[in-house]
């Protein structure tokens, strides 16, 4: 069973700030998922990458497959960026998401 | 991009009554749809697998008698919590994929509260 481990769990920044979230985890994968969930719950996913870097708007993802580990990266941090986010991976051949426990942003003015 | 609708978004019922949530995907075809339970402050819990026009797969530890999910068709899955009591207060969320894809797209999610 895949292990997935988020740090930190708790980031608070100033607005403008660069921020990392990091997520690494134990066993071969078929995706690696980003996903944002706000206050009231509902989920968007953000990314999903298998190899390589992605980028949309201010966000960027990283993974090195060899190591493991994903990486999230917010530039010119908002308030509106305040979430919690979520790293999940697909297994090697499997659909289900293993998910991590979410680093909790606050952005504060 | 994709979206998945889930109905109602808040429910507040009855220790015995039962609650029926349906998740849609909008604008592709769902060929499986996943039911997760979240408490608070916690990470999702996956409950069931649901693949179009077969049973549900249920994780260990989930009844399958008492959160029943059909998934008639390719756009629409139903979750109905059985005789619900209120240790089933929880938000539950769905999530959708289509045929040949890893992407998941999750519903905004439904907060059951059971008085």
């Known amino acids: 069973k895949n292990e997935v481990e988020q740090s930190p769990q708790n980031l608070t920044a100033q607005e403008g700030e660069f921020i990392t979230i990091n997520c690494s985890y134990s066993?071969?994968?078929?995706?690696l998922h980003w996903l944002q969930q706000h206050p009231g719950g509902g989920i968007v996913s953000l990314f999903m990458l298998s190899s390589g870097k992605k980028k949309h708007g201010r966000l960027i993802a990283t993974i090195n497959i060899q190591e493991k580990h994903s990486s999230l990266h917010i530039t010119a941090s908002h308030p509106r960026d305040s979430a919690v986010y979520i790293c999940a991976v697909s297994g090697a051949g499997s659909y289900q998401l293993t998910f991590g426990k979410g680093t909790k942003l606050s952005v504060i003015p | 991009g994709a979206v998945v609708s889930q109905h109602p978004s808040r429910v507040i019922c009855k220790s015995g009554t039962s609650v029926k949530i349906e998740c849609r995907s909008l604008?592709?075809?769902?060929?499986?749809m996943f039911w997760y339970r979240q408490f608070p402050k916690q990470s999702l819990m996956l409950m069931a697998t649901s693949n179009e026009g077969s049973k549900a797969t249920y994780e260990q530890g989930v009844e399958k008698d008492k959160f029943l999910i059909n998934h008639a068709s390719l756009t629409l899955s139903t979750l109905t919590v059985t005789s619900a009591h209120p240790e089933d207060s929880s938000f539950y969320i769905c999530s959708a994929r289509e045929a040949g894809s890893y992407e998941q797209y999750f519903g905004p999610g439904t907060r059951l509260t059971v008085t």
């Open positions: 066993v071969g994968i078929s995706a």
């Open positions: 604008d592709f075809q769902a060929t499986t």
